[in-house]
């Protein structure tokens, strides 16, 4: 039987199924170039895991341009219609099973990254390293091997997708049992790896939301875990029926969760390692918010701050130096004359001049005289107090 000549190739959404693929794809391949920027220019510390996630996103690049000729095959645009068995399902069935090893390869690949990944978590502890080298070990086996099995089981290999040519093939049930087991142990490594570092963390001094985030983030890696079960679900259906036409109704779902799995799984495995990225981030605007004011703290005597460094800078504080910028506006003069600031990488000091006869000095809610009897040559003590703010 021909293929019908009348059949829109868009009237089945082959396009927007296309176009939900290389949302995900371009997603995940950002993130990797980012994952990338980081690792080089700011960390300057290049491992394995970005060697892998890259070999990972090259395979699922791979994998959508197949699954995306295979979708704008007829046989996909008759998904929904009547079985077919004419030249174009044989086609269909052809890049479905190119794309399969590809596939395999593409997560196969992520998970070992992430196992790298979670190694520069785990360093220090013996018995964590040798538990991720192993699962690493094992995906590497199993996946590598499940790939070769695709390609080798039936010869010649062209009958894997035209059942009419002579040769021979496994049974279909035995292909079965062996996609079963592949993804019955991707689903346990997805959500191992996904647990892994819960399991670590929640015990550690963070915050509610810092804990919550952690969760949210790795919940992807149970969703690639979903997506590999509704994949071998979808992928066995195909098996088992390929000698019917209605095989053309599961191509297009399978390609769908196929890019799906591939692509979350390196989202998941990219996104940790894009915190220095955004820390980066938030310093730049917090510099770009401060140009406009080079001072610290909202004290009308600002205009007598000096800076005892010969930067012209502000001093920059983070978050591991132990100090917070000092409220000036809270230090609350109780006579006339201007007091002078200055500050260093230790503190603020606060100089103040008092007549010899009177006066005092206010600071942090408590009034003192000053700690100084040096008079100066207007008569006036001079007073130096240094203010600290650390955590």
């Not at 190739?9 to 082959?14: K, V």
């Not at 080798?152 to 021979?168: A, E, N, R």
């Not at 195909?238 to 053309?248: A, E, N």
């Not at 998941?268 to 001072?295: D, V, W």
Request: aromatic share 10%; proline share 5%.
């Amino acid at each position: 039987m021909l293929p019908p000549e009348s059949i829109d190739a868009d009237r089945y959404g082959n396009t927007a199924f296309i176009i939900i693929e290389a949302v995900f794809v371009t997603i995940a391949a950002a993130l990797v170039l980012a994952r990338l920027y980081v690792r080089q220019f700011i960390l300057k510390s290049i491992g394995f895991d970005e060697l892998f996630i890259v070999i990972g996103l090259i395979f699922s690049i791979a994998c959508f341009v197949v699954t995306a000729i295979m979708i704008q095959q007829r046989v996909a645009s008759v998904k929904n219609g009547p079985p077919l068995y004419v030249p174009e399902i044989l086609v269909g069935l052809k890049w479905q099973a190119l794309s399969q090893p590809l596939s395999i390869l593409s997560v196969t690949f992520t998970r070992i990254s992430i196992c790298f990944f979670l190694l520069r978590i785990f360093r220090t502890d013996r018995a964590w390293r040798w538990g991720l080298y192993s699962i690493a070990v094992f995906s590497a086996v199993t996946g590598i091997a499940t790939a070769v099995v695709t390609v080798i089981q039936c010869q010649p290999v062209q009958k894997f997708w035209d059942p009419l040519l002579p040769g021979t093939c496994w049974s279909p049930e035995t292909t079965v049992a062996i996609g079963d087991f592949q993804g019955a142990v991707a689903v346990i490594i997805d959500w191992v790896l996904a647990t892994l570092p819960i399991v670590f963390m929640w015990n550690m001094q963070m915050s509610v939301r810092v804990k919550i985030g952690i969760l949210v983030l790795m919940s992807m890696g149970y969703f690639t875990g979903i997506c590999t079960i509704v994949k071998t679900v979808l992928l066995k259906n195909i098996i088992l029926v390929k000698g019917d036409g209605s095989v053309t109704r599961g191509l297009v779902d399978l390609a769908i969760w196929v890019v799906l799995e591939e692509n979350i799984g390196i989202i998941a495995a990219s996104i940790p390692t894009l915190r220095p990225l955004f820390n980066k981030a938030i310093r730049e605007g917090r510099k770009s918010g401060q140009s406009s004011n080079r001072y610290f703290g909202r004290s009308n005597h600002n205009r007598y701050i000096r800076r005892t460094s010969g930067d012209s800078a502000s001093p920059q504080l983070d978050d591991s130096s132990g100090l917070h910028p000092v409220e000036l506006g809270s230090l609350q003069p109780t006579i006339a004359t201007p007091r002078r600031y200055s500050f260093d990488k230790n503190g603020v000091t606060v100089a103040s001049a008092f007549p010899s006869d009177e006066g005092s000095f206010e600071s942090g809610g408590r009034r003192t005289k000053p700690s100084s009897k040096r008079v100066n040559d207007g008569g006036y003590y001079e007073h130096e107090e240094k203010v600290f703010d650390r955590v």
